[in-house]
Nanobody, 115 residues
Framework: QVQLVESGGGLVQPGGSLRLSCAAS????????MAWYRQAPGKQRALVAL???????NYADSVKGRSTISRDNAKNTVYLQIDSLKPEDTAVYYC?????????WGQGTQVSVSS
């Protein structure tokens, strides 16, 4: 089981930007599929973005064009940059890793978008 710790959440103005970080423990990070999910109260946890070990990325339609997922294998860290934040982006954001058949989740970081 890989330990994942998210950070970077907080209160942000609509139209603003933020970068979330997810620090991973373990030796399999470079070969892991990494992803960000989010969940608001009363809503399903949904995929926001993912990045493969080879750097291929995919994004949910809700954030397409204003988000960037990236990874730094030397630091065992994955990032999620979100620009043009909207109130509907408000949610707890979770980091997810899948490696060798094992799925790991972080505890989440709260993102609140309001004026």
């Amino acid at each position: 089981q890989v330990q994942l710790v998210e950070s970077g959440g907080g209160l942000v103005q609509p139209g603003g930007s933020l970068r979330l970080s997810c620090a991973a423990s373990g030796s399999t990070f470079s070969s892991s599929l990494m992803a960000w999910y989010r969940q608001a109260p009363g809503k399903q946890r949904a995929l926001v973005a993912l990045i493969t070990s080879g750097g291929r990325t995919n994004y949910a339609d809700s954030v397409k064009g204003r988000s960037t997922i990236s990874r730094d294998n030397a630091k065992n860290t994955v990032y999620l940059q979100i620009d043009s934040l909207k109130p509907e982006d408000t949610a707890v954001y979770y980091c997810n890793a899948v490696s060798s058949g094992v799925a790991s989740w972080g505890q989440g970081t709260q993102v609140s978008v309001s004026s």
